[in-house]
């Protein structure tokens, strides 16, 4: 039987592994303390009572200013940190510091002590996650190790800090138009270029960033797009103008959250209709975000037969004169006005086929006035000929040069870098004769 005559009673504190307690700090380890617990063992017969303490941390952690700040302990002077495991690896003490953690061991007047860490929310030991649009929460997870002296027995605590922030910060749209372009600037915000651009309907992929002449600098990024491009839509057409719209959005990769957003409308320049001299009329016809459906290709003058010189998924162009295609005339005060109609003709065959009556109407009316009585005064004076004129016979070469007018006037004329110069059907073209000056002749395609 084992002798129980002399027990020997060890009180002795002693640390073990275990979850954190936010917020509790423990000043002092004096036996007997709410913060431990006695434990009876009995190795080799002998009986012994064990206390426990815990380490405690104290997560002192402001969110504002975005660091965290964590206190462990305490211990006794026998106990020594080694190494942090972060999320990216495990540092000394050393290079914690180095890396720009502040590592600090504490030393209490009862002659224990405690340790602690600051860690930036920046640094990339740091894991981030927007649970919100305009929310950052931050996460730290850490492992302290720490060893007992003189054995160095080692034992290691795991802590887990968290804190959250409505500090994201939206990117900025800008845009702007010129005679024939959209000018479209983005200002990054938290994100940086983390997200996804919507143009129009389609995602911006690497194709559209060059047909875009897109642009990044690592704060902005920019877009340039002309007012006829594939993911602009056109609101209206006027008579000397189509309003042309591009959409802009960016979107939170992760969740779809919409960052930020841009809706950018412009007036451009485009003549609908053109009246010409020799009594011809020419109209383009635009489709708009109203008629969706619409094939620019199905339509037609009054006179149904009269169908586009010329048309694509977005234009059709007529040229037509002034006496054909079912083109009315009107007479007031001095002015003879000749109108006409491009429509969508649910009559039409080919177009009933990919269209219905429920679909908005396309009606667009096309005019031109001409002048009735308009009287000018010439003046004019002859003087007799001493001779009758004659003509000389004989050969040679004569040489011819002749340029290309801009309009009937002959006062602007196309030069070197303007050709070549496109023409429809039946549009006037006007040469000079400049080798000779002989005077103005007009030509029809």
Same mark, same amino acid.
């Given at each position: 039987m084992p002798r129980l005559g002399n027990i020997l009673l060890w009180m002795a504190a002693a640390i073990i592994l275990c979850q954190a307690r936010p917020n509790v700090k423990l000043n002092s380890l004096s036996m007997g303390s709410p913060d431990g617990y006695y434990k009876s063992h009995a190795p080799d017969y002998?009986?012994?009572?064990?206390?426990?303490?815990?380490?405690?941390?104290?997560?002192d952690t402001v969110p504002e200013t975005r660091v965290f700040s964590v206190l462990l302990g305490t211990f006794l002077h026998d106990v020594e940190l080694r190494n942090i495991t972060f999320s990216t690896g495990v540092l000394t003490v050393e290079e914690s510091n180095a890396k720009g953690f502040t590592v600090q061991e504490h030393s209490l007047a009862n002659g224990s002590k405690s340790f602690s860490l600051q860690v930036p929310f920046d640094a990339d030991v740091v894991l981030k996650h927007n649970p919100e649009r305009l929310v950052t929460s931050y996460f730290l997870p850490l492992i302290f190790g720490l060893i007992v002296l003189p054995e160095e027995t080692p034992f290691a605590l795991p802590v887990d800090l968290q804190a959250s922030l409505q500090d994201v910060v939206l990117p900025i749209m800008a845009g702007t138009c010129d005679q024939n372009q959209f000018h479209i600037s983005v200002k990054f915000g938290s994100h940086g270029s983390n997200f996804k651009a919507i143009v129009g309907p389609r995602?911006?992929?690497a194709e559209m960033a060059e047909d875009y002449n897109f642009y990044e600098n690592g704060t902005h990024l920019s877009l340039i797009l002309p007012y006829t491009a594939k993911d602009a839509v056109f609101e209206l057409l006027t008579a000397e103008s189509v309003k042309s719209r591009?959409?802009?959005?960016?979107?939170d990769r992760a969740n779809d959250w919409v960052?930020?957003?841009l809706y950018l409308a412009c007036y451009f320049p485009l003549k609908a209709t053109e009246c010409h001299p020799n009594g011809t009329m020419a109209a383009v016809a635009v489709k708009v975000e109203s008629t969706r459906n619409l094939k620019p290709s199905q339509l037609t003058l009054k006179d149904q037969s009269c169908t586009p010189q010329f048309s694509d998924d977005r234009f059709a162009y007529f040229s037509f004169s002034v006496d054909t295609c079912g083109t009315t005339r009107t007479f007031f005060?001095?002015?003879?006005?000749?109108?006409?109609e491009i429509r969508l003709s649910y009559n039409n065959a080919k177009a009933a086929a990919n269209t219905s009556p429920v679909d908005p109407d396309y009606r667009q009316t096309i005019s031109c006035f001409y002048v009735v009585n308009e009287t000018?005064?010439?003046?004019? !004076? =002859? @003087?007799?000929?001493?001779?009758?004129?004659?003509?000389?016979?004989g050969t040679g070469q004569l040489m011819v040069q002749m340029r290309l007018s801009q309009?009937?006037?002959?006062?602007?004329?196309y030069q070197a870098e303007d050709y070549p110069v496109v023409k429809?059907?039946?549009?006037?073209?006007?040469?000079?004769?400049? !080798? =000779? @000056?002989?005077?103005?002749?007009?030509?029809?395609?």
């Open positions: 002998q009986y012994h009572i064990t206390y426990f303490v815990e380490p405690m941390l104290e997560d995602e911006l992929t591009i959409d802009l959005l960016l979107l960052l930020a957003d005060d001095n002015y003879m006005m000749y109108e006409n000018q005064t010439v003046a004019f !004076s =002859a @003087k007799p000929r001493t001779y009758e004129p004659a003509a000389e016979i309009d009937p006037s002959y006062e602007l004329f429809y059907l039946q549009q006037p073209l006007y040469f000079e004769d400049i !080798s =000779a @000056k002989l005077g103005h002749h007009c030509g029809q395609l």
